[in-house]
Every structure is written in C-alpha cells, then in structure tokens.
C-alpha cells in the first residue's frame, strides 16, 4: 500500500532524497529528517532557502495527481519593507516576471497584507535584525508554481523577499509543525486529493 507524508521542510535542505550532482553532494535532503520508504518521492519542491509544507508519497500517480491539478498553494512571505496595498493589488491582477529569461505574465492570485506575523518555527539561519529596516509579511496563494515565482513577485513589486514558507497545498495545511517535523497523512490524502 502506497504512504503520504506531510514535512516541514527547514531551511538549507534540498528537496530531493538523492543527487548525482558534484556541487550538490554536501547538501542536506531529505531523507536525513525521517526514515522513508525507499520509493518516497517529493510532490513539487521548495528552494533550499525556502520552508514549509511538502507532500511526499511512495505513489507516482498521486504525485502526478497532485502536481496536474490547479490546487491552491498558499505562502507567507516576510518582504523587505512595509509592503503597500497598492502592491497587493499589483500581485492579485498577476504581473509580468521572468522565468528562465523570458518574460511571463502570472495568473490573477489571492494576496493579503498580514498584520501580526505568522507563529513560524524561528529559521535555522536568522533573517536580519532590525538595524537593517522594517519588514513585513503577506499572504499568497497561487495555482501555478514557476521557478522561483512568489520571489520573483514580490521583487517585482518592489518588495524582495526574505522569508518564504508554504502553508498550505489544496486542503492539506502545515498546522503547528515544527521545522523537520514529519507526519504520515495517507488517509488525509486519499480523501482530499481523490
């Protein structure tokens, strides 16, 4: 029978379990946080500097299920700066950004301001301290999920990004976990992804 887990993926880990590439050999993955079966693969992919929900399955099909449909991605996202609702607006009606050196245009999405910062697990790596400026945070959810997108967005709006962490995909949310934190959801899968 196939298995499903939900991570929090902690900052500086990869999201992959193995990888036959030089510069990417010292690299933490993810199996390092859990013993998982050995056909455990990660639905989609965070950064290495990016945190939060990953599904992981031992099930091609479901990973293929999950990655072919529209579900909602939902980041909170800590920006360089007091972001502007005028911003906001920007990122809702989707804007032009690059992905892979060519121009493209991001679907309409679901943006908020956040007016208390998340309860987050702290980072493994501080992101500043006050010195450097204010920052604030937002909300984004998305239904597409290009290279580097919500980074790329927010920059793009005059608000780079310095923290990113996905709190929910489709029904599945990252709750209280903590960063590393691994817990088997085969039954939450089968009834909000079938």
């Not at 990417?24 to 639905?43: A, I």
């Not at 479901?62 to 007091?82: A, C, P, T, W």
């Not at 908020?112 to 604030?136: F, I, W």
Request: glycine share 6%; charged share 30%.
């Amino acid at each position: 029978m196939h298995q499903h887990f939900k991570i929090y993926k902690p900052y500086g880990y990869i999201s992959q379990f193995i990888s036959n590439e030089q510069k990417r050999k010292n690299k933490k993955k993810l199996g390092e946080l859990h013993n998982f079966p050995p056909e455990t693969m990660s639905v989609g992919r965070l950064d290495e500097d990016s945190e939060g929900l990953l599904i992981l399955t031992t099930d091609g099909k479901m990973s293929h299920h999950i990655l072919s449909r529209s579900f909602e991605k939902e980041y909170y996202v800590q920006v360089d700066g007091i972001v502007t609702q005028e911003a906001i607006n920007e990122l809702q009606k989707g804007i032009e950004i690059s992905i892979h050196g060519k121009k493209y245009q991001t679907l309409p999405c679901k943006a908020k301001l956040l007016t208390d910062p998340p309860l987050l697990p702290e980072r493994a790596k501080k992101v500043r301290d006050k010195r450097h400026g204010p920052t604030s945070w937002a909300s984004i959810t998305l239904k597409e999920g290009k290279f580097r997108q919500v980074k790329k967005m927010t920059a793009a709006v005059g608000f780079p990004t310095l923290r990113l962490v996905r709190v929910r995909i489709g029904e599945i949310f990252i709750d209280e976990m903590q960063a590393g934190e691994v817990r088997e959801i085969t039954q939450e899968i089968n009834e909000k992804f079938l």
